[in-house]
């Protein structure tokens, strides 16, 4: 019996004494239970406060399939399938497998997840939850982009601005008994969670609404690819629209294939086209070597090293003033001006504008397009590159060139972000877009009275014109590069201006890529310019100045 006796000593001590921090682990991972209290995700306003992505409450209903007793599995599956609208068999799937502990079934609202409580089914518990919506569907969707189940931004503005809107989670630490019931008088350790903060966005939502609409339309009846329309704030640089065409449903994002999930005004780049030329004709006037009233006797061909390049437009020689030649988007007369300009200045020209550098708008996915150095220039690009062929931008890389001759000469850095939110209500503005003086207020000027007489009759964009504004800007017509094709088997048609001319104060961009029916810029681009600008003038009550253009020199003889 002593030895005996002494072997169950020997275990005690053992048990008690060497191993009891052991097994004291192992009951505590049994009986302690760490719950995760989520943080409210920030909602993303524009620039009114109305919500275009919000969190709502919800409730997570979740099993145990180990304290739910066999002989009552089928009810209990019958019952969770009626209330919440899933099949039966998926629910008894579930409900077999007793290796688990918690198995969600379903997010509800707190109402239905009251009412399938109140069944009081054994193994059958709630857990609380939040869920993202897009009261706008695909308002913005782009833009916005969407997040996971899990709470986490996954692309677009979700994404990028992730870690102010996700806030912190909290947690809480509990003891539980064997079938999950908390034991009473038991430690519970908390940490609250911080909500995170809200984003406003500059985005305007009636002409964001009216820029969609416009740019969709129009995609759908020229049979295009796809379209982008942009509309900007011309002295803060801030972006009122950023429109893609076909958009991004957010509450059906998963359906969408993943191209469709891209904001293509900010990540798909193009060659520019004709819309280029108004940074040819910056840096000519510039560099003082051309004036607007400086005269080129222009050909409807101009050979380039081994290439014979054609004006925009088959035509008798004509001799043709240098507004003449931006108005009528002569090809060869922009060339005659960059040859007096040189490489090396229209490349830095180019930079200043912006390109081959990330806009820096605060977006996901922006790209910076190509600009190949001058040195690296063949002997026909060193022509093409002159109206916009042999480089590639972004559709906001453009739009901020014509909101850089609108301020007058001075570029602003675009920007899509208001300010944030605090949990007080605090609001706190974002830093104001930076500046930069790109060319004169005199260079502007001359090259806005060019623009405005590309959408007189006698320029390329008449149908761009609104009826009691003034309006300066400029189609596009490029050649558009298809891998698929291997070669330039599409056109790119673009349409980028501002008014009012004479006191600016919006750009509106509308790019169509690939059109079946048509493709010039003047043609297709164009009505939309003018859907859009005409809606965001009304909208933001800007009035008509009453002025009367200034009267531009076409051709010498005039």
């Known amino acids: ?26 009951a505590a991972k049994q009986r302690v239970q760490g719950e995760k209290i989520p943080a409210r995700r920030g909602s993303i306003t524009d620039v009114n406060g109305h919500e275009l992505a919000l969190t709502v409450e919800a409730r997570e209903i979740f099993v145990d399939p180990a304290v739910v007793e066999p002989a009552k599995r089928d009810k209990v599956a019958a019952t969770l399938a009626a209330e919440l609208g899933v099949a039966k068999d998926q629910i008894a799937a579930k409900l077999a497998d007793v290796r688990k502990r918690y198995v969600p ?8 997840a009251g009412t399938v409580l109140g069944h009081k089914l054994e193994g059958v ?14 308002l913005a969707g782009t833009l916005l982009g969407f997040v996971g189940d899990d709470g986490n931004g996954l692309s677009g503005l979700e994404l990028l601005h992730d870690g102010l809107l996700a806030g912190r989670d909290g947690e809480q630490v509990i003891e539980t008994g064997a079938k999950g019931q908390r ?64 958009e991004l449903d957010l509450k059906n994002w998963e359906a969408a294939p993943a191209e469709n999930w891209v904001n293509r005004a900010v990540a798909d780049v193009f060659e520019p086209g004709s819309t280029n030329k108004v940074i040819t004709a910056a840096a000519a006037l510039e560099s003082g070597a051309v004036r607007p009233e400086t005269v080129f006797t222009v050909k409807d061909e101009i050979r380039c090293a081994d290439r014979v390049l054609r004006d925009s437009h088959p035509h008798p020689t004509e001799r043709l003033t240098f507004s ?41 996915g922006e ?23 042999g480089i590639s931008v972004t559709a906001l890389q453009t739009a901020s060139v014509y909101q850089t001759i609108a301020n007058g000469g001075v570029r602003v850095t675009p920007s899509i972000v208001a300010g944030t939110t605090d949990d007080q209500g605090a609001f706190t503005p974002a830093a104001a877009g930076r500046q930069a003086r790109v060319v004169g207020e005199r260079t502007a000027r001359e090259v806005t009275a060019m623009l405005e007489a590309a959408v007189s009759e006698d320029g390329t964009g008449t149908m761009a014109a609104i009826d009691g504004y003034r309006v300066a800007g400029k189609t596009g017509t490029a050649m558009r590069y298809d891998a698929a094709c291997q070669g330039y088997c599409g ?8 008014a009012p001319a004479d006191k600016p104060r919006l ?21 939309v310019f003018k859907k859009v600008m005409t809606f965001a003038l009304k909208s933001k009550k800007i009035p008509p100045t009453g002025t009367t253009p200034p009267s531009v020199r076409i051709r010498a003889g005039e």
């Open 125 to 138: 518990g709630s857990k609380h939850k939040y869920l993202r919506e897009y009261p706008g569907g695909d």
């Open 183 to 246: 034991i009473p008088m038991t430690r519970t350790t908390r940490r609250t969670p911080v909500d995170g903060r809200d984003v406003r966005l500059t985005i305007d939502r009636d002409i964001q609404w009216a820029a969609q609409k416009a740019i969709a339309e129009q995609v759908a009846a020229t049979g295009a690819r796809t379209g982008s329309a942009i509309v900007m704030d011309v002295q803060t640089g801030r972006l009122v629209a950023v429109a893609n065409a076909p």
């Open 324 to 364: 003449g030649v931006v108005a009528t988007s002569s090809n060869v007369g922009t060339i005659l001006a960059a040859e007096k300009v040189g490489d090396r200045k229209l490349h830095e020209m180019l930079r200043r504008f912006g390109f081959g550098s990330r806009p820096g708008a605060g977006f996901y």
């Open 507 to 527: 750009v509106v961009l509308a790019v169509i890529q690939d059109p079946r029916e048509g493709h010039y810029g003047g043609q297709i681009a164009a009505p």
């Open 491 to 498: 056109y790119t048609a673009t349409f980028v201006g501002f």
């Open 1 to 26: 019996m002593t030895f005996v006796l002494s072997i169950f000593a020997g275990r005690l001590i053992q048990l008690q004494g060497l191993d009891s921090k052991v097994y004291m682990t192992e």
């Open 367 to 389: 790209e910076a397009g190509l600009l190949p150095s001058w040195q690296d220039w063949s002997g026909s690009q060193r022509c093409t590159i002159a109206y916009g062929q």
């Open 105 to 112: 079934v379903a997010t509800v609202t707190p109402t239905k």
